[in-house]
């Protein structure tokens, strides 16, 4: 799980243009939104884009459950891996 939460650490850097983040900037279960790294909604539909390029995701467009995916780099690692293993 490790490697793949740096990966995705690493989708969000080039997807964002985070030049100035690194990944260990990140903290994995720090929120992405607001707090923490503090994207926002352009940032989360570029993110989305990204995870369905390289993974295949297709998110819901449920705000509630977009959200709960969306709250940290774990919980997104968590819904690749859940994805992965359908």
């Given at each position: 799980m490790s490697a793949l939460i740096d990966e995705i650490k690493t989708l969000i850097i080039e997807?964002?243009?985070?030049?100035?983040?690194?990944v260990t900037?990140?903290?994995t279960d720090a929120p992405l939104f607001v707090d923490g790294l503090g994207l926002d909604s352009?940032?989360?539909?570029?993110l989305g884009v990204a995870l369905h390029k390289r993974y295949g995701l297709t998110l819901s467009s449920e705000a509630e459950e977009a959200r709960e995916h969306f709250a940290s780099v774990r919980h997104l690692a968590d819904f690749v891996t859940a994805h992965r293993s359908r």
């Open positions: 997807t964002l243009n985070l030049e100035d983040v690194a900037d990140i903290d352009i940032d989360a539909l570029e």
